[in-house]
């Protein structure tokens, strides 16, 4: 019997069950973990001013947070409170399950007049407010201005128009350097991120306005698409280009591989520190001759479920966060709420694209499905990188893909 | 002893059975009640069915799916049955190799899909630098993005993953044939070629047999190869059906379509294994 | 054997060409783990690390989720190794010795069990997790894991328990002992080559499983080691020198478990695949 004793010990061992049970005084917040050290000090503080409340803080794991949540929610044993990444809170808040917030945030006494409105428009599903934005960022262009010289480009005049874009990119490719960077593969929002901007700017994009049709076969929208891909079937973007997502652009850039490309914030420090030698710049995205600017919103913010045990308590902790400090010293990139833009932090000259593109920035389409629409118009755009068809032809197919989706 | 066996045999058997009913049994079932529903648990009859098989893609993922499965079978047996052979000869150093051709196998096909996917790589990939250096290519060749090479590509990764297994188990089969065989032939005075085609396959083909349907299996279920090197892309290229069910569930949440997509996963893959086995069953 | 005695053919050309073709990407992978940043990155690719580091190490080691996600993986690989091992011995034992009504039925399930593609069953099997309050634990992914592994563990035993000589058995009960003291203390050490394959079958098995892990681990706390690695290439800030270190410390401990049993496995799991 000694070996059955032994199974049976090895196998009991691991069947504890994860578990988290909220208590009143006691808050259950979901940060993920790249957040999650300051999440950490902010609870301190918290604790502090509101010695009856204990904050327990999760460290999440961002891959795979959006189905834990899922479950979560279904299931109703939920966090109190959660950081949600901004294109998840409108299908979250339209199958159910987040709390609406309109009156809680009046009550306590949260100025939303402070907040980027497109940032509030994540979170808002039927003029009602399922969510509380703290983080914001869009893309900006980076830049190397080394490259531009030796191409006889001037290094502090970024191209402003498509047209001046297009002419720089051709000066800085040279042999083994690329003077574009597009994204073309990885995880889908990569692409739709780097690429979408451009159909928005030019009146295209991927539905019209009030989301019922897609307009991906309209002229505006294919010639967007066509100047975007267009780097790659005239050899100004490296031939890697269908695999390569925000990270191998960084990658090709700092290799000096790629002279432009689009990124947020993020990727400077981790240049700097990789390659000291490139002098980087940044600039804002260059638009289609008399016309805007455009960008998508990426950013998270705070919700707390229908199912939270300690409704009460979180959202004190939520308005402690939403202080605009608090936030800015919480927030990865930018933070949701324009007096905190003012902190030190923010001030470097290389962030000030970055934060000039944020009044470009709107939100992804609100809809359940978006992220199936997104594939099909990210699969449309690998076909036409591919080459093998016209670029009309297949946007036109992938229109009436995404049509068949939203009448669902 | 006979009578009280009639009894304590289902016993010791009983816990196994109830484990892959609940875990096997029941889901299977389940799995054809949410093709039928929609996500309120409402009856649709075949509408799931009809929405899954309206999409163009469907018919690219299931032809992917036997270019995929096929094409890895065929080169899987071909290469493990001659390293089998090989295997099978005595030589210095024979032992060393059994166990250093064995590791594609064991380790994690994660690991040999990250691995791989790395060598594949257009610009920093040692594929290409070796295939420039040796004059085959001109250009770096984006191995996993061009719609001509992604499905070899995968196809490479999956026989070198799988071959082993195949070699290991041939080994095994051709030690169980008797020496007295060989002889036979050898008195006839067959070459080793000869002595190949005619002694040592046809003995090998029970083996061989069922080693195909067994790679058939792994090869319909394996996600992890595709997945962690290509997502099967470019532009759904290289999808294949259970990565698609993947897509469906996890990334878009479509659980009642996944469901109908498994239906007729099972289905396909049920035809094939009773078609297999009746052909294979008339032959012996 | 027998065929070979004649040395006509190449065989050490031809063997050392499948070494190559095996144990290159190993090499490669564990090249690039020395390598820094900046050398990964350099075209063309250099054949040796110029400037050999362990920093990627580093990383995993104290920068990453790895160290966790390596215990998840060891207890969930234990734990479900464990189970497996106690549910095939009893259900090998009952079909290698005992008749009985609906037995072949029974086996007909296992195979059933064997053949079947998991990847039309995780949708199901997540529901029915889910509704059991096991998705994203332990134990979720233990019981799952059954499914891969328990199936051809019944078959690898029942070869093995057929070849132990029936009389041994009935001395014993003759003596008095029950039918479980006489598996315990006669046949199973008896079969201990084909226990020990089954450990490393269900060990390895469970260790590289990748898809459900995906599905039924959401997070840090339950995550195991392939999804770790799978996370390292789409994260911000990670890289490829990373993961081909994280590869090796995943591969590392894998390779030497096979390799000390490599014998005994290999002989298991040919019984159990050309008689099952």
Known sequence: MRHFGKLATTAALPLWLWHSAAIAGEVTWWAPEFGADRAEELAAAFEEQNPDITVNIE??????????????????????????ANGWTAPFATTG????????????????????PAALDTATVDGQLYALPFRAEAHAMIYNKGMFEAAGLDPDAFPETWEELRSAAEALTTGDTFGMGIAGGGEVSNTIFRSLPFLWMNGGGVLN?????????????????????????????????????????????????????????????????E????????????????????????GWNFAVPDAARNKEDALKLLAFLAEPENMGFYTDTFPARQSAMSMERFQDPQLEPFRDMLQYARRQPPLENWVQITQVYFDSIQEILLGQAEAAEILDEASQQIDGLIQK | MRIQSRFVGPLFVFPALFVLALLVFYPLVYTVLLSVEDPMGNFVGFENFRTVLDQRLTGTTLRNTFVYVGFSIVFQIILGTAVGILLNAEFWGRSALRAMIVVPWVIPGIVAATTWAWMFHTEFGIINYMAQGAGLIDAPVGWLTNPDTVMPALVVVNVWKMFPFVAIMVLAGLQAIPKDVYEAARIDGARLHHEIFYVTLPQLRPVLASLTLLLAIWGLNAITIIYAMTRGGPANRSIILPMQIFRQAFEFFQFNEAAALSVMFLLITGVLMVLYITVFAEKE | MASSSRAVWPVYPLAAVVVAITMFPFLWMLISSFKNLGELYTVPPTWWPEAPSLQNYLNVLFDSNVPRYFLNSVIISAGSTA???????????????????????AVGLIIVGQLLPTAAII????????????????LGLILAYLILTLPLSVFMLISYFKGIPKELEEAAIVD????????????????????????VYAFVTTWNEFIFALCFALDSGTKTLPIGLAEFTTEFNTDWGA????????????AILFLAMQKLFVGGLTAGGTKG
């Open chain 1, 97 to 116: 399950g987040l709390m609406a917030l309109d009156e809680a945030v009046a009550g306590l006494g949260v100025e939303l007049d402070d907040f980027l």
């Open chain 3, 83 to 105: 189970i497996a091992l106690a549910l095939a011995i009893l259900a090998s034992y009952g079909f290698a010795r005992f008749k009985f009504r609906g037995k072949s039925l």
């Open chain 1, 209 to 273: 306005e009030a989301n019922d049709q897609s307009i991906l076969a309209q002229p505006e929208s294919v010639e967007a698409v066509e100047f975007y891909t267009g780097f790659l079937d005239d050899g100004l973007a490296p031939p890697s280009t269908l695999e390569n997502d925000g990270n191998a652009l960084r990658r090709l850039f700092i290799a000096n591989k790629i002279a432009v490309y689009q990124s947020g914030q993020f990727d400077l420090r981790s240049i700097a520190e």
């Open chain 3, 176 to 199: 008095g002992a029950s039918r479980l003291g006489v598996l315990l203390r006669i046949t199973l050490p008896l079969s201990l080559p084909g226990v020990v394959a089954v450990i």
């Open chain 3, 123 to 138: 949708v199901p099997l997540y529901v029915v997790l889910n509704w059991l309050g096991l998705l994203n634990t332990y």
């Open chain 3, 243 to 254: 993961v081909m270190a994280a590869s090796m410390i995943m591969t590392v401990p894998i």
């Open chain 1, 275 to 298: 390659n000291p030698d490139i002098d980087i710049g940044t600039a804002l995205l260059p638009h289609p001759e008399g016309k805007e600017r455009s960008a998508i919103l990426g």
């Open chain 1, 59 to 84: 460290r999440v794991v961002p891959n795979g947070l959006q189905n834990r949540l899922l479950v979560a929610l279904r299931s109703g044993n939920t966090p109190d409170l959660v950081d949600i």
